[in-house]
């Protein structure tokens, strides 16, 4: 067999290009330290579907008070982390619009009002809002609506244009002439001693042949991750690809501005959002479903049309200009896989050179500030306990038997 082409060496690789591996990327790059990323068609994926709601608040589900910490640390984080970039807040679609959320009928109402609950028992701000008042600050919302709640804490941002402006902050900071970004697939992990996964990450194979030499290589492509060559054996990393049909349509000039506010509905019991764009677009979104298709759902996109016109019916005058499907990357507990691996047990250390970051679900777009302060962190020998309960082997069999131990054997 022929010795491996040596393609390049850097401080850091970051395996995938979705605004997770772009983000951290940039936050290593802003270090002083060299890094790339690898993938074949950068923000392709889930990035490129994703409306971009910054809803630590509004997406608060139950039992995932964890989560919420990690969410709400690291909308904090999201004005830094777009100034960093030493752009307008606009060529980013960053803005700081309050979010609605509505319910259709009375029921809806009532699952928005026990979910204020819980956001109340968490410290979180959530304003009752009669119709009158909803309508007040949303004219062309239905005058059917049972309700409405008004969270001033979520934000929304422009996936597409960020991870545009990020690519672009990245090759300002090449400064070896080489590409910031790879656009080729990898094949898997290297390691300092080649039959044993456990030991040194030392860089990336890829399917060309090549390979990337690093000191700390960053596993952050989604869905893919698992199928990596390289992996510990002992690690499980438990993605499974959740659809969604997202649509993007054009307002008519005397319909705008359509809203001002992102109107988060709850029509019979399911959800659906629409979210305002400053270039007179909107995107309503997202169908979830995991039927394993990846191809666009007719159903899906009736269901969104319909459940809009149901909370804003002016969306049937509205251009239909794309729709979309992907796959977000879901875990057991709809929690991220992000740290570093463990060699083997709880208590052996883990394999240097290599962390894991992805399974962010559907918070991908809010996650990026936190997720690449993070790995900063990690590289850096500055990471605390505060989100350990994250590790990306969690459910690798050691450390569920560990968790057990520590429980008494109970779950």
Do not use: K
């Amino acid at each position: 067999m022929s010795e491996r082409r040596a393609h390049r060496s850097v401080d850091v690789a970051v395996i995938g290009g979705g605004i997770i591996g772009l983000g951290i990327a940039w936050a290593v790059a802003q270090t002083g330290r060299t890094a790339v990323v690898i993938d074949p068609d950068p923000a392709g994926g889930a990035t490129f579907a994703a409306a971009g709601m910054l809803a630590a608040v509004s997406e608060l589900h139950y039992q995932e008070e964890a989560l919420l910490e990690l969410m709400l640390a690291s909308s904090a984080l999201y004005p830094a982390f777009i100034e960093s970039l030493g752009t307008a807040s606009d060529l980013t679609g960053y803005q700081r619009t309050r979010t609605i959320n509505v319910g259709a009928e009375a029921a809806d109402r009532q699952a928005l009002a026990d979910l204020r609950g819980v956001q109340l028992v968490n410290g979180l701000g959530v304003e009752p809002l009669t119709v009158r008042e909803a309508r007040e600050l949303e004219p062309l919302l239905s005058p059917r609506i049972s309700g409405a709640f008004l969270v001033g804490q979520d934000h929304q941002v422009d996936p597409r244009q960020l991870t545009a402006r990020i690519q672009l902050a990245l090759v300002g900071l090449v400064r070896d002439g080489q590409p910031a970004v790879l656009r080729v697939r990898a094949r898997g992990l290297l390691h300092d001693v080649a039959a044993d996964a456990s030991s040194r990450v030392t860089g990336v194979a890829l399917v060309d042949g090549s390979t990337v030499s690093a000191t700390e290589v960053v596993v952050a492509n989604g869905l893919g991750a698992a199928d990596l060559s390289g992996l510990p054996e002992h690690l499980r990393l438990p993605l499974r690809p959740v659809y969604g049909e997202v649509l993007r349509l054009r307002v008519p000039e005397h319909l705008r501005p359509l809203l001002t506010c992102t109107v988060r509905g709850l029509v019979h019991g399911v959800p659906v959002y629409l979210v305002p764009r400053t270039d007179g677009t909107l995107v309503i979104g997202a169908t979830q479903r995991e039927d394993g298709s990846s191809a666009v759902s007719a159903g899906g996109v009736h269901q969104l049309l319909r459940d809009a016109q149901e909370l804003v019916p002016a969306v049937s005058e509205l251009e239909l200009l794309e729709v979309t499907a992907r796959a977000r990357p879901g875990t057991p507990d709809n929690a991220p896989l992000l740290g570093r691996v463990s060699r083997s047990g709880a208590d052996s250390g883990d394999i240097p050179g290599l962390i894991i970051a992805t399974g962010f679900f559907r918070h991908g777009v809010l996650l990026t500030p936190m997720a690449a302060q993070h790995c900063v962190d990690l590289i850096e020998g500055n990471a605390t306990d505060r989100w350990r309960s994250f590790r990306p082997d969690r459910f690798s069999a050691s450390r569920v038997l560990a968790s057990a131990s520590l429980n008494g054997g109970h779950s």
